[in-house]
DNA sequence: CTTAATCCTACCGAAGTGGTAGGATTTGTC
DNA sequence: GACAAATCCTACCACTTCGGTAGGATTAAG
């Protein structure tokens, strides 16, 4: 149930890109640099962002990436399904019916359909601004309490 | 972000067993051929469920497994946990600020986290007796009329 | 003592993860 | 036009996880 790097590292990029761009464009390089990744490795996931048209690139020198729109216009799930192919818990969900003839008698599959149906409206809901915000209260809901104490702790 | 197949066969394998339990132990071999599983590799998930507490198994001739409790005393999120080792989306959930010293000024976090919160509290809101009798209102949650009507379209 | 079952350890091919390497291409600047 | 700095593209690679298989030791009922 683990969300990849690949992800992990795309949500870094688009926020580290919200925060340094301003006027231009932001080269990987500095990127790389500023969140201690591996400029090669950010290079493949920057380009699944760029095909997928969440980026504007501009090649040659002083070129970069800069976003394609604004933070409140992303929101996290399409970021995910982007880099790591799906979010479903289970294959039988992605078109359901088409890969597993038990579809119908399956009683474990409404579980699956539930748990995927909760992530997905979670991610949804979460845009790029509000992390960039630190809006907690709309991403930790009616637990916030107990993590605003969490930064004492150590 | 994938339950693999020990979760799943795992969660399988829990509700034959309630199904079909009643008398006396329920043998493996029984299990693997209901479910048209590999008996060989239900043998180490089941491994699992026992030794972490969840079965009570009887060797020797007319042995088997049976439930060490009731349906409705297993939420999902234990079985889960159990198999797959932990539900967490990213590492630096599950024992914040130890394993990343970035977490105090990590802008993501707080989104891992809220998936986190999110998955957990509902895989242990739903126990095995929900699978059981098929309570897709509680699985499926408000969206469960446009779920009735998929069964007509294949 | 045979049979049927759990238990235990080891192995194994395939796929996915997390990168690295090297070069081709484009663009701004001198 | 040359050079430098950047994106773009393809290939490779070590490591781990996934999804099993194989073979035998142990236990218990008849």
């Known amino acids: 149930m683990m969300v990849s790097t690949k992800g992990r590292y795309a949500l870094t990029v688009l926020v580290d890109l919200a925060r340094n761009s301003g006027e231009g464009y ?8 500023r969140e201690h990744l591996s400029m090669k490795y950010l290079e493949s ?5 760029n095909k997928g048209g969440m980026l504007e690139s501009l090649r040659g020198k002083n070129g970069g990436y800069r976003l394609a729109r604004e933070p409140k216009d992303y929101n996290i799930s399409e ?23 038990k579809a119908a008698t399956c009683s474990t599959l409404p579980l699956w359909a539930g748990l995927d149906k909760v992530i997905e409206n979670y ?4 845009t790029l601004e509000d992390i960039l915000t630190g809006n907690r209260r709309k991403m930790l809901g009616d637990y916030c309490d107990s993590c605003d104490t969490q930064q004492e702790e150590n």
């Open 123 to 126: 991610l949804s809901s979460i």
């Open 26 to 33: 932001v080269s990987l390089a500095d990127i790389a640099e």
């Open 45 to 49: 996931i920057i380009s699944m962002l």
């Open 79 to 101: 970021i995910l399904v982007l880099t790591e192919g799906t979010l479903a818990p289970v294959n039988c969900i992605i078109s359901p019916g088409v890969q597993c003839e």
